[in-house]
């Protein structure tokens, strides 16, 4: 963790590499891939400050860390994570609507305890941080405390956060229900409280559509009327039983996806994991609205949920973000959420690059959260949240890495085989908020 003072100028020599825009799905060509290898990015009061070559240091007033021969990158953002849901990542042997009820909410039931709140939500934003996540979008729980624990946790290590209480009005166990006005109420007052405090955004968060009465939704949109700015997540066609339920709840609406957009909930802002079962009408929906995916392929495979069409979300022009979803997801480093990506892909005969993952982990998800202007790039100006790898962590990886012709391959094998033992150090505005500890784990054999 890092002192109680900012160091005004630090300095870091490593190999830069970030986007200047939107690389493409497949065939990994150089356009919009930024690298620079053997650079200095120079970081004055929390911000980017320049970038200039290996060979010309910052003079002797900036603090300067040499990393050579290490990859250094925008810190990551994960668009879709239940901060609650640490106690059931791995739960065995069901699909998702069996492994809600039977995982899930209970666990989510123990957050309305405020201690048991606080204590998760410290470990959670550790663990993001551990994995090279600097920027996350997040379910608590229904309980307004997981929230006020969650805000806090970000708010001490300055990090950029998009949450807001979940609601839930039905088909849900009690103690994990709220009803219309309560929810009203208790959002109304996070909003005042959390909205806009230093990188805290709030997020109207209906968990799905079957867990919400039509008023809920109805209220859940005109809170997205009443605060401009404020962000909305929900869940979306992730699996057959599920979308087939919500027909049969909501036999008016067109889709899935509609029902949200009835209920005023679909806007630049909007966040909507999963998104496997939607058809074109759907995408261009999402497209004309400026609402993403937030594309969870960890959980996908996990829980058996299917395989997201990604190049039809690139044909419609509609945004895509990549997500952990732990605990559907089994882990919290976006590497491996990439590397299951490529996978799911290759199961629909793309073969995702590896500049378009990590573009979808940085300035695409920053992009599509309209803050690219903060977060996502190695651009003068941004804060510096960054996170610095070894390229290769074991004797199999630092093999392929020596072998490796073009940066591309270089890439995507750091991408297919590295996960948070490649991490040295995280920083959120410009301060140490992860370092490695113990041995070198680019020396450890594995
Ligand atoms: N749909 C509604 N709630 C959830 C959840 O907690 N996780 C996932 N993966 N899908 C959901
Ligand atoms: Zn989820």
Redesign the pocket.
């Given at each position: 963790m890092s002192g109680a003072h900012p160091i005004p100028r630090r300095a870091l020599r490593a190999d830069l590499l970030d986007f200047t825009g939107d690389p493409g799905l497949g065939a990994p060509g150089l356009g919009m891939v930024r690298h620079r290898p053997d650079h200095w990015l120079l970081i004055e009061h929390g911000r980017i400050a320049a970038v200039q070559p290996g060979a010309r240091p910052p003079g002797p007033d900036w603090l300067c860390e040499d990393h050579r021969g290490q990859l250094l990158t925008p810190g990551l953002i994960d668009t879709h994570v239940?901060s609650v849901?640490l106690d059931v990542i791995a739960s065995y042997g069901s699909e998702?609507l069996d492994?809600?009820e039977r995982y899930?909410f209970p666990a989510e039931a123990r957050h309305a305890d405020a201690a048991h709140a606080r204590e998760q939500a410290e470990t959670f934003a550790d663990a993001l941080l551990a994995h090279g996540t600097t920027s996350a979008v997040v379910?608590p729980s229904v309980h307004a405390t997981s929230v006020d624990a969650l805000f806090g946790a970000a708010q001490r290590r300055g990090m950029r956060l998009i949450t807001g209480k979940v609601l839930m009005d039905r088909h849900a166990p009690e103690g994990l229900r709220d009803d219309v006005s309560q929810a009203q109420a208790q959002c109304q007052a996070l909003i005042a409280r959390w909205h806009g405090t230093d990188r805290l955004a709030y997020a109207v968060t209906p968990?799905?559509a079957?867990?919400s009465t039509p008023e809920q939704l109805a209220m859940a949109g005109a809170l997205l009327q009443l605060h401009a700015g404020v962000y909305m997540q929900t869940?979306v066609a992730?699996s057959r039983a599920?979308v087939a339920w919500i027909a049969r709840l909501f036999p008016e609406a067109r889709s899935y996806l509609d029902v949200y957009h009835r209920a005023g909930l679909l806007n630049e802002r909007a966040v909507l994991?999963?998104g496997i079962w939607l058809d074109d009408a759907d995408r261009k929906l999402l497209a004309d609205t400026g609402a993403q995916v937030a594309h969870?392929p960890s959980?996908n495979l996990f829980?058996g949920?299917g395989l997201f069409d990604w190049q039809a979300m690139v044909d419609a022009r509609a945004e895509v973000s990549l997500a952990s979803?732990v605990?559907?997801?089994t882990s919290l480093s976006m590497l491996r959420t990439m590397a299951d990506a490529y996978r799911v892909q290759a199961l629909r005969g793309v073969r995702l690059s590896a500049f378009k993952a990590l573009h979808s982990a940085t300035l695409g998800a920053a992009r599509a959260l309209k803050l690219e202007h903060e977060i996502g790039s190695l651009e003068p100006g941004r804060i510096a949240d960054v996170t610095l790898w070894d390229w290769a962590a074991g004797s199999v990886a630092r093999s392929r890495d020596a072998l490796a012709r073009d940066l591309h391959e270089r890439l995507f094998a750091w991408m297919m085989l590295a996960d948070e033992r490649n991490l040295v150090t995280t920083l959120v505005a410009g301060r140490t908020q992860y370092k490695r500890r113990g041995n070198d784990a680019g020396a450890l054999e594995s």
């Open positions: 239940h849901q998702l492994w809600l899930t379910f968990r799905f079957a867990t869940h992730e599920e994991a999963h969870s959980s829980l949920s979803d605990g559907g997801g």
